[in-house]
């Protein structure tokens, strides 16, 4: 069966730092990848979403990036944090562009001060 | 363009009660619907979907929901709800690409 892994779990940075953020996914091959950020209280925002290796889409003009540099694994960075980047980050896994059901990890809460 | 509304943002009810969280969607295209749960700080779990077929999609821990085309909603239902069941909900349609509404706090009163 799938799974699909985050980390780390919690995360406290300071503004201006850099920020590392790790999503893997085991149990398939070649799924599309997503990042979502959720701020409190507000539902889920489409960050980006990738469908192969160094192939990235970016939904919204802001402060991150992101990058696939293996087929199950998905990195969400920033080279300086904001305070607005603050919130809960969850990555997720479909079985391809047009399949219609995705999957989330369980997310990685980050708070910066 | 899609687009998903949660006409509730907090529903309280108590244990054993029936719950009813309300939908509405938009698209220009065919959707796909689906319902997801959030456990305080963790992902977001499927419930239940509706690709095609039958309008009454069951899921999973005894919820429910119906898809009505004429009236753009796909509302969810429990006929009687636990206290484990107090945790948010988000509806969701799939175009292009997964657009959420902005979740419903249930809250299982004992």
Known sequence: ?113 | AQSVTQLDSQVPVFEEAPVELRCNYSSSVSVYLFWYVQYPNQGLQLLLKYLSGSTLVKGINGFEAEFNKSQTSFHLRKPSVHISDTAEYFCAVRGRQLTFGSGTQLTVLP
Request: aromatic share 12%.
């Open chain 1, 1 to 113: 069966s799938q799974t699909i892994h985050q980390w780390p779990a919690t995360l406290v940075q300071p503004v201006g730092s850099p920020l590392s953020l790790e999503c893997t996914v085991e149990g398939t091959s070649n799924p599309n990848l997503y990042w979502y950020r959720q701020a409190a209280g507000r539902g889920l925002q489409l960050l980006f979403y990738s469908v192969g290796i160094g192939q990235i889409s970016s939904e919204v003009p802001q402060n991150l990036s992101a990058s696939r540099p293996q087929d199950r694994q998905f990195i969400l960075s920033s080279k300086k944090l904001l305070l607005s980047d603050s919130g809960f980050y969850l990555c997720a896994w479909s079985g391809g562009l047009y399949q219609e059901t995705q999957y989330f990890g369980p997310g990685t809460r980050l708070l910066v001060l």
